[in-house]
T-cell receptor, first 113, second 116 residues
Framework: GESVGLHLPTLSVQEGDNSIINCAYS??????FIWYKQESGKGPQFIID?????DKRQGQRVTVLLNKTVKHLSLQIAATQPGDSAVYFC????????????FGTGTQLKVEL | ETGVTQTPRHLVMGMTNKKSLKCEQH?????MYWYKQSAKKPLELMFV???????ENNSVPSRFSPECPNSSHLFLHLHTLQPEDSALYLC???????????????FGEGSRLTVL
């Protein structure tokens, strides 16, 4: 069946370094992708999104890259801070899927001081 | 105050109990959702409501019964649950259900359910 998954369950980075979190998806009809951040004891929060007609989108300290050829999505966090420690989820929806997102399992980002 | 509020934050119940989870959104959204989050599993979509009508039920057992009395409130009634139902139950809202929607969901902080 279709799935959205992440390559690594845990990623540890030094404070100030850049972080790269990866996500693979299998649904070739996936049209819209979102990254969510979930801090301990809280619900997921929207970080950044990208449509399939783009291959890169930048936000504040974050960049999402989309490679449709290999069905790969990544989230880059510049100058990682302790407050970035959280679980990061990618989610996707196909064309016409609207708000019904399929989520990946998540990557735990740990920022070491 | 967050845009989506869930109560209770923690709930412990026996398998024969009846309890309810409550969700309230203050964002003026028209669509509300229940998701289940279990350890090391992706978020699982349970129910979707649009303008107070259920538009999706993802093969959820009948021991989970949703209710949406208005566009701001969503309940999940729980009855005769099993220990494997222990999880974090997340409520979310969005502006509308549209096939062309951007898909951003606003989540509450969740209700942590433990079934003994």
């Amino acid at each position: 069946g279709e799935s959205v998954g992440l390559h690594l369950p845990t990623l540890s980075v030094q404070e100030g370094d850049n972080s790269i979190i990866n996500c693979a998806y299998s649904n070739s009809a996936s049209d819209y992708f979102i990254w969510y951040k979930q801090e301990s004891g809280k619900g997921p929060q929207f970080i950044i999104d990208i449509r399939s007609n783009m291959d890169k989108r930048q936000g504040q300290r974050v960049t999402v890259l989309l490679n449709k050829t290999v069905k790969h999505l990544s989230l880059q966090i510049a100058a990682t801070q302790p407050g970035d420690s959280a679980v990061y989820f990618c989610a996707e929806t196909p064309t016409g899927g609207g708000n019904k997102l399929t989520f990946g399992t998540g990557t735990q980002l740990k920022v070491e001081l | 105050e967050t845009g989506v509020t869930q109560t209770p934050r923690h709930l412990v119940m026996g398998m024969t109990n009846k309890k309810s989870l409550k969700c309230e959104q203050h964002l003026g959204h028209n669509a509300m959702y229940w998701y289940k989050q279990s350890a090391k599993k992706p978020l699982e979509l349970m129910f979707v409501y649009s303008l107070e009508e259920r538009v999706e039920n993802n093969s959820v057992p009948s021991r989970f019964s949703p209710e949406c009395p208005n566009s701001s409130h969503l309940f999940l009634h729980l009855h005769t649950l099993q220990p494997e139902d222990s999880a974090l139950y997340l409520c979310a809202s969005s502006q509308a259900i549209r096939t062309s929607a951007t898909g951003e969901l606003f989540f509450g902080e969740g209700s942590r359910l433990t079934v003994l």
